[in-house]
């Protein structure tokens, strides 16, 4: 199977900066995507950022300019560091994964880690 282990979420006054990591592990083959979601009580899930094995980015336009993702391949790890924020980007992060594995191609998201942005 897959693990996503997340970290690098907290509290953080608004303007500051946080980078939440993420690592995958388990019997992966090959990674296709890995990406930033995010998640309010109550509200779907919504995209955040998300970069391709060919290193291609896609960003909310929320986020744009303030955000940035990047992966480490040999680590299998994605990384979104966050500048400029804001208390609306007070959410719970998830990191998805879309990739081959020993059973097949398959979508995998972390537990979620706590964002916290105070005015």
């Known amino acids: 199977q897959v693990q996503l282990v997340e970290s690098g979420g907290g509290l953080v006054q608004a303007g500051g900066s946080l980078r939440l990591s993420c690592a995958a592990s388990?019997?992966?083959?090959?990674?296709?995507?890995m990406g930033w979601y995010r998640q309010a009580p109550g509200k779907q899930r919504e995209l955040v950022a998300t970069?391709?094995?060919?290193?291609?980015?896609n960003y909310a336009d929320s986020v744009k300019g303030r955000f940035t993702i990047s992966r480490d391949n040999a680590k299998n790890t994605v990384y979104l560091q966050m500048n400029s924020l804001k208390p609306e980007d007070t959410d719970i992060y998830y990191c998805?994964?879309?990739?081959?594995?020993?059973?097949?191609?398959?979508?995998?998201w972390g537990q979620g880690t706590q964002v916290t942005v105070s005015s």
């Open positions: 998805n994964l879309r990739a081959t594995t020993n059973t097949g191609w398959g979508g995998y």
């Open positions: 388990g019997h992966i083959s090959s990674i296709n995507v």
């Open positions: 970069i391709t094995s060919g290193d291609s980015t």
